[in-house]
C-alpha cells in the first residue's frame, strides 16, 4: 500500500493487520465550565463537536463495511440477523440489577 493509497485500502490494511483504532463517538466537558466560556469558544466547541461525532460516524460505517466485506471473503461466516431477530436480541439483552445479582450469587 502506498502513502496516497484510497482510504478503503487504508481502512482494509488496518483491518487485517489488526490494527486497533479507537473511534472517539462522545465529548464531556462540565456544563458550568462551558457556559462561562466566551461565546464565540463556546459556539466553536459545539461546532466541533457535532462535526466530528457526524465524521466519527461515517469513518466507523466505512471500517466496519470493509471488515464485513473482508470476513466475507475469509471463511469466517457472517450471520446477519433479520429485524425481529435483531429485536429479540435486544430484548434478552436488556437485563436488570437485581436479576444481574441474581445470577451472580448462582
Same mark, same amino acid.
Given at each position: 500500500?502506498?502513502r ?5 485500502d487504508?481502512?482494509?490494511a ?12 462522545s465529548?464531556?466537558? /462540565? +456544563? ?8 464565540d469558544v463556546?459556539?466553536?466547541v !459545539?461546532m466541533?463537536? %457535532? &462535526?466530528?461525532?457526524?465524521?466519527s460516524?461515517?469513518?466507523?460505517a466505512?471500517m /466496519? +463495511?470493509?471488515?464485513?466485506a473482508?470476513?466475507?471473503d475469509?471463511?469466517i461466516?457472517?450471520? !446477519?440477523?433479520t429485524? %425481529? &431477530?435483531r429485536?429479540t436480541?435486544?430484548e434478552?439483552?436488556r437485563?436488570?440489577e437485581v436479576?444481574?445479582a ?5
Open positions: 500500500m502506498t496516497d493509497g484510497s482510504r478503503r487504508r481502512l482494509a488496518g483491518w487485517q493487520s489488526a490494527e486497533r483504532v479507537a473511534l472517539v463517538t465529548t464531556l466537558m /462540565n +456544563a458550568d465550565f462551558l457556559a462561562g466560556l466566551p461565546d463556546r459556539r466553536t !459545539e466541533t463537536v %457535532d &462535526e466530528l461525532g457526524a465524521w460516524f461515517d469513518v466507523q466505512d /466496519n +463495511a470493509v471488515a464485513i473482508a470476513m466475507r475469509s471463511d461466516e457472517v450471520v !446477519e440477523l429485524e %425481529d &431477530e429485536e436480541f435486544r434478552m439483552s437485563v436488570d436479576e444481574r441474581e445470577r451472580g450469587r448462582q
